[in-house]
């Protein structure tokens, strides 16, 4: 009786603070049309070796194209350490196995513009293959617990992302509505990100559910997009755990990674040894 009543108390009070956290955050253009769709479904082991050192194994299913498009498989090992009660240290490895999309665009120079049978910034060539990257992060997280039960983090997370060299045999032309038969090599590549999150979660001891909104901004010299979340996690136990969450992620100046605009519905689950 006096979870519930606490709980019926959370309620309403995350039904007041939501509202408003949402429309700081979530920018005017995140219910264009033209947005896609996907989903996210991950599932967590954690190990805590004693008070100050945990590792975890993560493995995450992304979709995009409206659900209908398998966008990326991964599994990740991570470690953290407390340094203080308020600060932990965090690195950690992922495996990205990417379902590819990579289109060329028409330029002012090429024949097809200057024929006339193409208008520059139309769609030239396209290729679609599975490739592996792989991404390392070192990361720093503050929080600290404001009015009450709420409590305010901070995650300051550099990653770097590897992507091998790889060739197609051919790609689709948009043009001639055929494959050009042609192969076509891809560079490897690396890529710095600075990642930004500040979150606010409603903490209370002894509740098994905790709300939380947050802002993430990526940078790559330059601010190339933002993720918006609203999401809960819920305690089963003291071994299990679910989250859910939604989350619209905004591309500002991400040219590498050829993204829309996404809204995207998360599932997960977490087991502590």
Known sequence: MILNSIYNKVKVKVKKALPLCLLALLPSSAMAQSDDFGLDFSLEAQKKINKQWSIGLEGELRTRDNTKTVDRWSIGLGVDYKVLKWLKASAGYNLLYDNNQNISYYEAA????LDGDAEVGDPKKCAKYWIAR???N???????KILGDFKLSLRERWQYTYRPEHTVSERWSYLDQAYDGKTKTYSGKGKNVLRSRLQLEYDKKGLPVTPYVNAELFNAWSLQKVRYHVGLDWKLSKQHSIGAFYRYQHIRNDDDDNEPNIHMI??????KF
């Open 110 to 113: 090429d024949d097809a513009v």
């Open 134 to 136: 792989h991404r390392f």
């Open 138 to 144: 070192v990361s720093l997280t503050f929080d600290k």
């Open 266 to 271: 998360g599932l997960g689950y977490k087991f």
